[in-house]
Every structure is written in structure tokens, then in C-alpha cells.
């Protein structure tokens, strides 16, 4: 029997350092239906799970699957699924749910190219504006973009930090090469670890409301079984959590589905800096292609350009803010991702005519070259 | 001349209302429907079971029935169209000592939801699905389902549906059900029994239960609301363990109604504790 905090040094991918992070961070319901290339991230967990207390089943499909992660967080439990492009999509409704009755649970996502079926085994990030808009309706939600297995382990475990303590579905943006990939994964002490849970009502069970926000935004969540007799649907409701049929209901609700994410973003967006303090050029990238950006700005800055390159460690809620200051004092932004343009019109859009923005990117299956974005840099700048 | 009071100075009691938030009634059931009926006989079932009512949870899908988890006061969980069941796979999963029950309609369960159903019977999943038979889409205005008689008018056939039903007792049977029965809301202590044995029988238990929609079935069947009753009454054959095979719905040769299966079973979460749990001395 191995211990939940497997605490040392690994060689391991970053499927699996995902799912050893979801362990390290209290999961103990994993749903799933295979998929490449997120498939390992389902193996491991169904090996894992038992030994902890916990409980792994494979679902009959994708919808299925995240359904089953969303009843299992209202027993207490921290939940997590894992999919890819095909099977996200699938997903797309019950995600909605899963934002609208504000349950806490991770859904990890290791993107292949599409559309369709695509290139099963080869890299994509073409899912980025599915994650933020796939499901129906105007919400808010986290999604995170590792670009490493120590970072997949890391992220996972902020990722169920956030979950529960936003009451929101968290997305773990993994890509195939961050998912298959094989490097140095340290595992902390137990300890050292910063675990988030939910919170818990405290007050008398005759008068509580399942939706009545504390000062953050967020409501305390009771779970099955403890006598609080709650009601949850995913039809607009009210305080209560009963179905309400009007405007004012309506507005209420997405008032606090967005405030909570919107008025924490200090605390929700996380960004990384690279070679940032004098740079006039700012290559902006997230996931595998961070790895592109890093060669590209040093090979640039060989070149005697000053490029600087900030990575989007959390990309949904989008760092709109930063992009803004920044677009006021360079010369531009180029966006590195593996799709055709998606991050690329969100800095477009937050550089609001002050910086030209333009895009690095590919249809899918590869790493894009750093000589791709030294190309961009000399015909742009 | 006496008068009658206008209005009483306190609602009495119903023998029920300890199950239901009663803050949220009038319910949206229309009148003639058998829902309330199939509704209120659950409730009865879990009362009997004397089992605490923090030990149930109730999952529905969408539609007419699946408004039940609204109105009744437990934990209980209103979700998406056709996914009650994985939704209550996880929940029983995670916390297998909760009794978990799913109420829904033949819309929800069979036709968007078939797949979940066939599964949850395979896996024995310990889960006691309520289906709220009206043979069709009562809350979209009486549209054709999974379930609609060949030949029934509806929105979407209005000539007559080209296509067969489902039988329901033989599809859950086949998937591997514990407990099969089916009844109609003219045999409600029949069915009170029944739904009380489904949620004391461990595994997956299905029971089915016919219930008019006189406003969006019957009224383009030539079927007046009593008329369902009738044939409730005068054309179902009541043969406890009966083969499923022949438990389809036609009321010109009869309707089988009874108790088609029980058996017991290991259950999903019984075999998963059993394989891969580590024992206690390991």
C-alpha cells in the first residue's frame, strides 16, 4: 500500500504527475472514460484510488463521466475527471451545471488536435476557447495551462485549491506533450503541502440557504447526508436553491456566479515572467508552447531585440488587466499556441489598439519552432 | 343558513408533508396527471422503510417527473436531461451507505438517458429508478418518445407513430435489473410496496409506472382522462413473476403488470470494495 503524498524525487509524465497531484490534493472520486491522449491519467487513478479510501469507476461515456464527478463532490468529496478534445466536448453541458450549481470539481483536459476526431496522438491547444465558452449561457470558470509534469503536479493541486475554495469547475489545460512527456517530478513532504477545502455551513440547518454568498462571494456547501435537506437544480434559482422563474432570480444568479471569480482575480490569475523588465517585445504563451517562447526570447535577445515573454499560468479568467498596462509601454505582442488564433484575440482585444498584437500559431500535431517566432519578430519589429 | 368560513385558520396536516417542501407547492402537474400519484407513493414507500430521511437523496433528470426532486424534502438533486442516473452513480459511489433514488420520466431515462440506464442495470448499481411512464413528452407539449404506442398520434407524428415502443420491463431485465415490476397509479399500494422493495432490495431496481397525460397524450389519442384509468383497471393482467418478454404495452390484448423480477445480486459497490479494497490485515 503506497502512502496518498508518494513525497520524493520521480521520472514520470505529466499524466501522471496530474493524477499524482489530484491524490496529493485530497481526490478521492475519479470518473472516467478512456481517451487518448489523457487515458493514463484513468489508469493510474484506478490503481491509486483503492489503496487511499478512495473510489475510481469508469463511466459508459464522457457526459457520463462528469456527471458522476458532479454527484460525488455534493457527498463531500473532492472529484476530478480527465479527457481530451472529443470528450470534452461532450462534457460541455454538464460543465454548465456544474458552474451553475457552483460545485467544486476538476476536469482535466490533455488537448489533441481537432476539429473531430483529428490527430488523436499529436498536441493541439485548439480547445482554449471551448474551455472559456463551450457550454451554453454567460458564466465564469478557472482554467489553468501546465507546461511541465512538475507544473502538471503542481497545477492540479491549485486546481482543487481554487475548486474549492470558488465553489467552480476548474479546468487543467495539459496538452499531449506535457501529458506524455517524461521528466523530473518532486514530490514535497505531505506537509508542505497547502490543501483548500470548501467551506462548511455553521449555522442553524432550519435557516440555511444554500446559495447565501459570505463576504467573498462564495456560499458554504453542505453535503449529502447532514440534514440540511438542500435542493439543487440547474434551472435559475434563488438563495434557497429553488427553481425561480424571473429576471430578478436570473440576475441575481450570475451576479454571484460571476462576482466570485471576478472580484478575486488577484488571488485566481497567476503569470509568469521571463526576461519582462526592459522588454519591448512581449511573446505571450501558456502550456507547451511556453517552452517555444523561453528558446524564442533568448535567441532574440541574442539577436539584440529586447523580448521579454509572459506566460499565462491561469488563462481563464483572462489576465486582462496586465495585458492593458503592458500594451501601453512595448512595442507589441506576438501570441505562441498551437491553434489558429484563439488566446491571440483576447491580447488583441485587451491591447486595445495601443500594441500591435500578432499571432504565432499552427493548425496542430507539433511544437511550434522557436524559428517561427524569430521570423515574426524580424518582419514585425 | 350557516356559512361556510372563508378560508381555514390552519391548513390541516397532510400525512406527507413532512417530506415535502410544502413552501413550493402548487406544483406544476396539471390536472388528470398521474405524477402526484406515482410521487405520493414514493414518498410513502421511503416513509415506511423507517429508514432516516438523511440516509436518502433523490436525482432526476428533466421533464414533468423529474420536477419531483423539487418538491420533495430531502437532499435531492434536480440535473440535466437524461444524466439522473450517472449523476446518481457518482453519488452512490462516493457515499455507498446513501439509499439513492432516481425519478423520472420515460423521456428522460429511455430515450437521452437509455445508454445510462442499460449501464447502471449491467453494473448492478445500487439505485432505485422510478420511471414516471406517460408514453410521451409531456412538459415540450406531447411530442414522440422512446416509449409512444406504434400508431399513437403526437407533435412530431402527427399521422401516427411509425415506430415501436420500448418495453421497459424486458430492456432492464435484459440490462441485468435486481428488481423489476411495473404498476399504474390505480394500483397504489401495489406500487407503494413495490417502490418500498426496490429501496430495500440492494442493487438496481426499476420500476415502472404507467401514469396518464391526458393533456398532451390523451387528448390526440381519443383517450379522455378517465378513459386511462379504465383501461388501467379493465385491461392490465396482474401476474407477479412474469416474463418481461411478454410485458409489452398494448391494452387490446392487456397490459402484464406485477412484479416481473427480484433476485439478489452483488452489487457495483459491493464488488469494487470486495476487489480492491485492501483487506484490513494487509
Known amino acids: 500500500m503506497k502512502p496518498a503524498?508518494?513525497?520524493?524525487?520521480?521520472?514520470?509524465?505529466?499524466?501522471?504527475?496530474?493524477?499524482?497531484?489530484?491524490?496529493?490534493?485530497?481526490?478521492?472520486?475519479?470518473?472516467?472514460?478512456?481517451?487518448?491522449?489523457?487515458?493514463?491519467i484513468a489508469?493510474?487513478?484506478?490503481?491509486?484510488?483503492?489503496?487511499?479510501?478512495?473510489?475510481?469507476?469508469?463511466?459508459?461515456?464522457?457526459?457520463?463521466?462528469?456527471?458522476?464527478i458532479l454527484g460525488a463532490a455534493w457527498t463531500g468529496v473532492k472529484s476530478m475527471t480527465a479527457t481530451s478534445g472529443p470528450g470534452f466536448s461532450l462534457m460541455m453541458e454538464n460543465l454548465g451545471f456544474g458552474v451553475c450549481t457552483e460545485t467544486p470539481c476538476v476536469i482535466v483536459n490533455v488537448q489533441r488536435t481537432g476539429p473531430s476526431t483529428g490527430l488523436p496522438t499529436m498536441t493541439g491547444q485548439g480547445d482554449m476557447m471551448q474551455a472559456r465558452w463551450g457550454s451554453h449561457g454567460d458564466?465564469?470558470?478557472?482554467?489553468?495551462?501546465?507546461?511541465?509534469?512538475?507544473?502538471?503536479?503542481?497545477?492540479?493541486?491549485?486546481?482543487?485549491?481554487?475548486?474549492?475554495?470558488?465553489?467552480?469547475?476548474?479546468?487543467?489545460?495539459?496538452?499531449?506533450?506535457?501529458?506524455?512527456?517524461s521528466e523530473k517530478v518532486v514530490i514535497p513532504e505531505a506537509s508542505e503541502i497547502h490543501l483548500v477545502d470548501r467551506p462548511k455551513p455553521t449555522g442553524r440547518k432550519d435557516r440555511f440557504k444554500l446559495y447565501e454568498a459570505d463576504p467573498n462571494g462564495v456560499a458554504p456547501m453542505p453535503a449529502i447526508g447532514e440534514g440540511y435537506n438542500i435542493h439543487v437544480t440547474g434551472l435559475t434559482h434563488d438563495e434557497r436553491g429553488y427553481p425561480a422563474m424571473n429576471v430578478e432570480a436570473q440576475?441575481?444568479?450570475?451576479?454571484?456566479?460571476?462576482?466570485?471569480?471576478?472580484?478575486?482575480?488577484?488571488?485566481?490569475?497567476?503569470?509568469?515572467?521571463?526576461?519582462?523588465?526592459?522588454?519591448?517585445?512581449?511573446?505571450?504563451?501558456?502550456?507547451?508552447?511556453?517552452?517555444?517562447?523561453?528558446?524564442?526570447?533568448?535567441?532574440?535577445?541574442?539577436?539584440?531585440?529586447k523580448a521579454g515573454l509572459l506566460r499565462l499560468v491561469t488563462v481563464w479568467p483572462f489576465p486582462e488587466a496586465m495585458i492593458r498596462e503592458i500594451a501601453t509601454r512595448v512595442k507589441g505582442f506576438i501570441t505562441v499556441e498551437i491553434n489558429l488564433g484563439q488566446i491571440h484575440y483576447e491580447v488583441e482585444r485587451c491591447s486595445g489598439g495601443k500594441a500591435p498584437a500578432f499571432l504565432v500559431g499552427s493548425a496542430g500535431g507539433k511544437i511550434i519552432h522557436p524559428d517561427k517566432v524569430i521570423a515574426c519578430i524580424q518582419e514585425k519589429f | 343558513m350557516t356559512i361556510n368560513p372563508k378560508k381555514l385558520a390552519k391548513q390541516p396536516e397532510h400525512p406527507l408533508d413532512d417530506l415535502i417542501r410544502t413552501e413550493r407547492i402548487?406544483?406544476?402537474?396539471c390536472p388528470g396527471c398521474g405524477i402526484g400519484t406515482a410521487f405520493s407513493s414514493c414518498l410513502s414507500a421511503i416513509k415506511a422503510t423507517g429508514i432516516p430521511y438523511n440516509k436518502f437523496t433523490m436525482v432526476s433528470g428533466i421533464g414533468c417527473s423529474a420536477r419531483g426532486a423539487g418538491y420533495i424534502k430531502l437532499d435531492?438533486?434536480?440535473?440535466?436531461?437524461?444524466?439522473?442516473?450517472?449523476?446518481?452513480?457518482?453519488?452512490?459511489?462516493?457515499?455507498?451507505?446513501?439509499?439513492?433514488?432516481?425519478?423520472?420520466?420515460?423521456?428522460?431515462?429511455?430515450?437521452?438517458?437509455g445508454n445510462h440506464f442499460i449501464h447502471a442495470a449491467r453494473r448492478n448499481m445500487d439505485l432505485t429508478v422510478i420511471c414516471v411512464n406517460n408514453l410521451t413528452y409531456g412538459m415540450t407539449g406531447g411530442q414522440c418518445a422512446a416509449t409512444t404506442p406504434n400508431k399513437a398520434k403526437s407533435t412530431t407524428t402527427p399521422l401516427g407513430n411509425p415506430d415501436s415502443p420500448f418495453n421497459l420491463p424486458l430492456l432492464a431485465y435484459a440490462a441485468g435489473a435486481s428488481y423489476v415490476a411495473r404498476w399504474t397509479i390505480l394500483h397504489t399500494r401495489d406500487l407503494t410496496t413495490a417502490?418500498?422493495?426496490?429501496?430495500?432490495?440492494?442493487?438496481?431496481?426499476?420500476?415502472?409506472?404507467?401514469?396518464?397525460?391526458?393533456?398532451?397524450?390523451?387528448?390526440?389519442?381519443?383517450?379522455?382522462?378517465?378513459d386511462t384509468l379504465r383501461l388501467y383497471q379493465d385491461k392490465t393482467i396482474i401476474k407477479n413473476g412474469a416474463d418481461p418478454a411478454r410485458a409489452d404495452i398494448d391494452f387490446e390484448k392487456g397490459v402484464v403488470i406485477g412484479k416481473f423480477i427480484d433476485i439478489d445480486r452483488s452489487t457495483c459497490d459491493d464488488r469494487y470494495t470486495e476487489l480492491h479494497r485492501p483487506c484490513s490485515d494487509d
Request: hydrophobic share 40%.
Open chain 1, 5 to 40: 503524498v508518494l513525497t520524493g524525487e520521480h521520472y514520470i509524465t505529466g499524466d501522471i504527475a496530474c493524477a499524482e497531484g489530484a491524490i496529493a490534493a485530497g481526490c478521492l472520486f475519479f470518473g472516467a472514460y478512456p481517451i487518448t491522449p489523457a487515458t493514463e
Open chain 1, 43 to 68: 489508469e493510474h487513478m484506478a490503481e491509486r484510488l483503492p489503496d487511499i479510501g478512495g473510489t475510481f469507476i469508469q463511466m459508459e461515456d464522457e457526459i457520463a463521466a462528469i456527471a458522476s
Open chain 1, 139 to 181: 458564466y465564469e470558470l478557472i482554467a489553468l495551462a501546465p507546461s511541465s509534469p512538475q507544473d502538471c503536479f503542481h497545477q492540479t493541486i491549485r486546481a482543487f485549491n481554487l475548486s474549492e475554495k470558488y465553489r467552480v469547475p476548474v479546468l487543467i489545460m495539459s496538452d499531449e506533450i506535457v501529458g506524455h512527456m
Open chain 1, 251 to 305: 440576475e441575481a444568479m450570475m451576479t454571484r456566479i460571476k462576482g466570485k471569480i471576478q472580484g478575486n482575480l488577484d488571488d485566481i490569475i497567476e503569470t509568469e515572467s521571463y526576461r519582462m523588465e526592459d522588454a519591448e517585445i512581449v511573446i505571450v504563451s501558456y502550456g507547451i508552447s511556453v517552452r517555444t517562447g523561453l528558446a524564442a526570447v533568448d535567441q532574440a535577445r541574442e539577436m539584440g531585440y
Open chain 2, 26 to 29: 402548487p406544483h406544476i402537474w
Open chain 2, 76 to 113: 435531492s438533486f434536480h440535473t440535466t436531461h437524461g444524466r439522473a442516473i450517472p449523476f446518481a452513480s457518482g453519488i452512490k459511489m462516493a457515499k455507498p451507505d446513501l439509499k439513492v433514488i432516481v425519478f423520472s420520466g420515460d423521456g428522460d431515462l429511455f430515450a437521452i438517458g
Open chain 2, 195 to 226: 417502490i418500498n422493495e426496490a429501496i430495500v432490495r440492494k442493487g438496481f431496481s426499476f420500476i415502472e409506472v404507467l401514469s396518464p397525460c391526458p393533456i398532451n397524450y390523451g387528448r390526440r389519442n381519443k383517450e379522455k382522462p378517465l
